[in-house]
């Protein structure tokens, strides 16, 4: 179950880093919405990454 949680995480964060990237170089890295969508990459990394520090010990 952690696995699949992690891994639809880290689908989610390529998805939108693909669609930020679209988006800034049609409107530009300054445009509003590509600022909107950089803020909602941040918070889907830092979800991601304290997943990764919170995780279960393997011993």
Known sequence: M???N???LLNQV????KEMIEIGLEKGLQH????LISQQ???LIFKAQ???VNKPSEN
Request: glycine fraction near 0%; hydrophobic fraction near 15%.
């Open 2 to 4: 952690v696995n699949k």
């Open 6 to 8: 992690k891994d639809e």
């Open 14 to 17: 390529q998805k939108k880093k």
């Open 32 to 35: 509003d919405e590509t600022l």
């Open 41 to 43: 990459l941040d918070k």
């Open 50 to 52: 304290k997943q990764q």
